[in-house]
């Protein structure tokens, strides 16, 4: 199955800054999957982020607020825009493989 | 609309002995479940999955059992190791390559 590099791995931010999430895969996927977990709760998808085309976000997610490149099949950014301590979560990318998704490691994002 | 639902938040089981976790969906598209283990400060695992045409799959220590009828899966972990403790998400998909509704997960202690 891939293997995902993710980083970084944790961040303290100050509000109203950004920070931009990398994840890098050894091999080229097609479909990349950003996925939110925020405190005490369930993996919330993102968006899904095509090469070569816009990214497809869920309701609730907007590209104004998390911006997403995919600049080739093995490498996706998620930038977390203008944040406030609502966006202390973990944050994960993930690819399809066989059997199943693999995930990065997660970047622990909090902002105070 | 919480999709999947693991409505317990926690197991403890003692080592040696069977382990199960439930999860319960409401989707009918769902024809795709997936169960991932994830350790602190990691991303998930992924652990088995099922199809909507299996009722069983087994990978040695680790089956899962899908309900259709029931809208219910359920991951048997026998015997339960003290490595197992971990929080266990089920995950559902509607088709190939489709982003993943995940369960909020079960906390599993395996006791000595």
């Known amino acids: 199955s891939a293997v995902i590099s993710q980083k970084p791995s944790r961040d303290i931010c100050q509000r109203g800054t950004s920070l931009t999430i990398q994840c890098q895969v050894d091999?080229?996927?097609?479909?990349m999957f950003w996925y939110r977990q925020q405190p005490g709760q369930s993996l919330t998808l993102i968006a899904t982020?095509?090469?070569?085309?816009?990214?497809?976000?869920e309701s609730g997610f907007v590209i104004d607020k998390f911006p997403i490149s995919r600049p080739n099949l093995t490498f996706s950014t998620l930038t977390v825009s203008n944040m406030s301590p609502e966006d202390s979560s973990i944050y994960l990318c993930?690819?399809?493989?066989?059997?199943?998704?693999?995930f990065g490691s997660g970047t622990r994002l909090t902002v105070v | 609309d919480q999709q999947v639902k693991q409505n317990s938040p926690s197991l403890s089981v003692q080592e040696g002995r069977i382990s199960i976790l439930n999860c319960d969906y409401t989707?009918?598209?769902?024809?795709?479940f997936l169960w991932y283990k994830k350790y602190p400060a990691e991303g998930p695992t992924f652990l088995i999955s099922?199809?909507?045409?299996?009722d069983k799959n087994e990978d040695g220590r680790f089956t899962v059992f899908l309900n259709k009828s029931a809208k219910h899966l359920s991951l048997h972990i026998v015997p339960s190791q003290p490595g197992d403790s971990a929080v266990y998400f089920c995950?559902?998909?509607?088709?190939?390559?489709?982003?993943?509704?995940f369960g909020t997960g079960t906390r599993l202690q395996v006791t000595l």
């Open positions: 091999s080229q996927v097609t479909m």
């Open positions: 989707n009918s598209m769902f024809d795709y």
């Open positions: 099922i199809s909507s045409i299996k």
């Open positions: 995950a559902a998909g509607a088709g190939t390559a489709s982003k993943l509704t």
């Open positions: 982020a095509n090469q070569g085309s816009e990214a497809t976000y």
């Open positions: 993930s690819v399809e493989g066989s059997g199943g998704y693999t």
